[in-house]
Nanobody
Framework: EVRLVESGGGSVAEGESLRLSCTAS????????MAWYRQRPGSACELVSS???????YYGESVEGRFTISQDRDQNTVLLQMTNLKPEDTAIYYC?????????????????????????WGQGTQVIVSS
């Protein structure tokens, strides 16, 4: 099973920035997507951003223009640069990769928790944005 280790969360003021990092424990698939999800208090799990091996990206509507996803596949690492943070970005952020043989992470309705069996999940990192 792939292990995903996230870092970079914390508490910031509105308008500030944070960068999240996630490293996978092993090179499991060169073609698979890597992604960030989040679970805001009282809300369902949502896909924030994903990136494919060729660099194609997806952003959720609420973060587009403020968040940037990037990757270093040599290091099995995916990053999420978050700028102009808002209080509504407060959430636990999870890194995820698809369970083989799938090469795509879960889209659409994930569930009330970020633990869908379609993906491998990290342990989550807390982001708190105060107004």
């Amino acid at each position: 099973e792939v292990r995903l280790v996230e870092s970079g969360g914390g508490s910031v003021a509105e308008g500030e920035s944070l960068r999240l990092s996630c490293t996978a424990s092993e090179y499991y698939s060169d073609d698979a997507e890597m992604a960030w999800y989040r679970q805001r208090p009282g809300s369902a799990c949502e896909l924030v951003s994903s990136i494919s091996r060729d660099g194609s990206t997806y952003y959720g509507e609420s973060v587009e223009g403020r968040f940037t996803i990037s990757q270093d596949r040599d290091q099995n690492t995916v990053l999420l640069q978050m700028t102009n943070l808002k209080p509504e970005d407060t959430a636990i952020y999870y890194c995820a990769v698809p369970v083989p043989p799938s090469r795509n992470v879960a889209y659409g309705w994930i569930g009330n928790r970020c633990d869908d069996t379609w993906n491998y999940w990290g342990q989550g990192t807390q982001v708190i944005v105060s107004s």
